[in-house]
């Protein structure tokens, strides 16, 4: 199995567009000079090998596919968008308006050899999911056997 790590926050021109990101949330809790960071949502992403494909599967509940863009920028597989709620209530002499918004950025690295070329991505009912060629990797570990023998030497005839 490959080991893939996923990046919660990429060192890209999105972290610059929002420089407070890089922050703990201790400083940023409060925000800086009165103004505070946008909310950020960051959905679930689920990152697996499985039959020779690397399968990336985001939970993005809410959210139009009109509104996700996919793709590879420096080895990293890159999803992104934006997603908006708005609920009206409306009863006798009560009116009630919430909205929600907010952009979401993930960046998941992509093992050596990932065929950025055949990949292919699927959206449905708010989930998306994307699956990556990649080669099978062979264990770069192999196990020596011991043999018994009378002389303090290994065996070094080629």
Known sequence: MTEVRVTKEPKTEHTEAFPWSGFEAPLARGGFFGVKPPDTWRPAIEVKEEKGNLRVTAELPGVKKEDVRVYVRNDALVVEGERTYEKEEKREAYFHTERSYGRFYRAIPLPELA????????????????????????????????????SGKADTTH
Request: proline fraction near 11%.
């Open 115 to 150: 065929d950025a070329a055949k990949a292919t991505a699927r959206f449905h009912n708010g989930v998306l999911n994307v699956a990556i060629p990649i080669p099978a990797i062979l264990p770069k570990t192999r196990e020596i056997p011991i043999s018994e023998g009378t």
